[in-house]
């Protein structure tokens, strides 16, 4: 890993994960940064185990200054490369899935469907360009943390073909991510069965996966044959009538809650014991991941971290290379019109040939002080220029 680019204060993330900062909390910072009024200069990701916030500029909101217990700030360079790495899967449970990259992207089309911060657009730019040719460097089937949770069910590495063959798994929930599950656990060979809030869409994931719909608030557990776990996947609780409760408390089966804050009521997740699993408890196994991938993905992450830097030192400069380009403008305009008046019979041919020389002339001495001005490689540069031309 090279150095940090110098990004000075351009950025500030804040960043809330589940290896530090519990469900609970995280989703109160969530519930904080929902509550802040509408601002350009921010972009929230929010996703099962993360809730980060990225800033341009020093955040200045008192939310924005009281971290949760864990939590972390990140300034400069550190917050730009972080993103990267985000983006890139490097910093995901599940190494080189491809979930964050769609979450990293819906954040920033949420955000940009108004004015954004235009340092906040070129980074998020950079980081899902990377992330998208990061995925070139990783190699083997793709996983998602809906994956590891079908993993979790009994009899889910049974070392057969079809491990899940005449089980039955309960997905509670029709989002991405509870998509993911009932997909996996068909390829399995569970027959799935599908509970959503509402039911229609319920009933669309059940029709593509071929599986069952069963009602959200009151899903009759002892009809379900051969049920090997429940995987939940919703926004906000999964509340049930006291029958099904009574049912989930007397089989308890395997119930993986992919959802933060947890689904599942204090009392149940107590009652289920041992065979409840959160989404801060999923635990992923270490993948054996080559050095050769590795130093490809840092690479990749080093570049765009390298391009964002550029790009801010080149926008810093932008106003005194504009200063430049109208000063000589100015001048050449000027020579122009004076030629005008010494030579009121010039014709119209001559005079434009005139004046395309002037532009060229113009054009190949700006060349170099402008592109030196623009790859912002010597900070003394822009004040000597603006001195030199009296800018």
Known sequence: MSARPDTKDAIVALVAHARAVSSGDR??????????????????????????????????????????????????????WHLIRVACALE????????????????????RSGPLDPVL????????????????????????LADVAVDLLPSARAGVPSPLSGTAVLVVGAGRMARLAAVESTRRGARVFVANR???????????????????????????PG????????????????????????LRPTVIDLSSPPALD???????????VSVDEVAVPQLAVSERTLAALERTADRAAAEFADWLVARHSVPVIAALSAH???????????????????????????????RRLVAAMLHEPLATLGAGSDPELEPAVRRLFRL
């Open 198 to 224: 509402t039911e229609s869409r319920g009933v669309e994931l059940a029709h593509r996966i071929e599986g069952s719909i069963v009602d959200f608030e009151e899903p009759d557990l002892e009809a379900i």
């Open 121 to 144: 657009d070129r980074l998020f730019q950079v980081a899902l360009r990377a992330g998208r040719e990061a995925r070139a460097h990783h190699t083997g089937p793709r996983r998602s």
């Open 266 to 276: 204090p009392d149940l997740v107590s009652g289920l014991a041992e065979r409840y």
């Open 27 to 80: 989703e109160a910072f969530a519930s904080a940064l929902g509550e802040l009024p509408d601002d350009q200069r921010r972009i929230v990701i929010h996703t099962c185990h993360r809730v980060e916030i990225y800033c341009a500029g020093e955040p200045s909101d008192p939310v924005l200054r009281a971290l949760p217990p864990g939590g972390r700030r990140l300034d400069g360079g550190d917050a730009v």
């Open 328 to 358: 000589a403008e100015e001048h050449r305009r000027n020579e122009l019109d004076r030629l005008r008046r010494r030579l009121p019979d010039l014709d119209d041919e001559n005079l434009a040939a005139v004046d395309q020389m002037s």
């Open 227 to 250: 049920l090997a776990g429940i995987i939940v996947a919703v926004g906000g609780p999964w509340r049930i009538s006291g029958r099904a409760r009574h049912a989930l408390l007397r």
């Open 92 to 111: 995901s449970a599940v190494f080189g899935e491809t979930e964050i990259l769609h979450q990293v992207r819906a954040a920033f089309e949420e955000r």
